[in-house]
Structures are given as C-alpha cells and as structure tokens.
C-alpha cells in the first residue's frame, strides 16, 4: 500500500469511527458539513491516490482540521525482531477510486446524521 493509499483508508476510518461519537475530539462538528464541498472538490478530479490524498489533506488545511491532519499521520511503531515476520496486509482494503471514496464519506455523514437523529 502506498503512502496516498493509507492516507485514505485512515481518513475513511477516522469519518467511520468518528461517526459514531457526538463528541468527537478529531472530527469538529462543522466539517460534517463542509464534507458536502470535499465531495464536490473530489467529483472533480481522477482517481489517482496521490490526487485524492492531495485533496483531502488540501482540505484539512483550507478549513484548519489539524486533528484531523494528525490523525492522518502515521503511528511510529516498534520495529519487528529479527525473526518476526510482518502481519499479512488486510484483504477488506480494497484499492480506493474517486466514486468510493465519496461514498465512503457519504455513509459516514449518513452515520453521524442517524445517530444525532437518535438523540
């Protein structure tokens, strides 16, 4: 998985899990709504990650979502011991496309809407 590519299934996993608390300390409650002009921004380009990622983190920084942008970043993790082998990658992280990635910050909205409807 590239760079750009885990950038991407981060974002989606941080909108997913972010989704379900009302009081998220990454996600502020106005970028639920400033989504709808990413989603237009990503419409209009390829389905290149390098772009995507370009996008989302282009948007990070235009609205200030600096936890965001830091959650984005990736966790130091200890080194493997010489003989530990790495963990296999994940089957369920399907390469990303435009009309996906879209989709996947459309069922999070959707999400966090459901659960604030539920209150």
């Known amino acids: 998985m590239t760079e750009a590519e885990r950038i991407i299934h981060q974002f989606i996993r941080i909108l997913n899990q972010e989704s379900q608390n009302p009081d998220s300390a990454i996600v502020p409650e ?15 380009t390829d389905d290149k990650p390098k772009k995507l990622t370009l996008m989302l983190t282009k948007w990070c920084k235009e609205n200030q979502y600096t936890r965001i942008l ?50």
């Open 70 to 119: 830091s959650a984005l970043r990736p966790v130091k993790s200890d080194p493997l011991a010489d003989n530990e082998a790495p963990p296999p990658p994940d089957v369920t992280e399907q390469p990303i496309t435009n009309s996906s990635l879209r989709s996947a910050i459309e069922d999070a909205q959707n999400k966090r809407k459901n659960r604030k409807e539920k209150k």
């Open 30 to 44: 106005d970028a639920w709504q400033q989504l709808e002009t990413l989603k237009s921004k990503l419409a209009q």
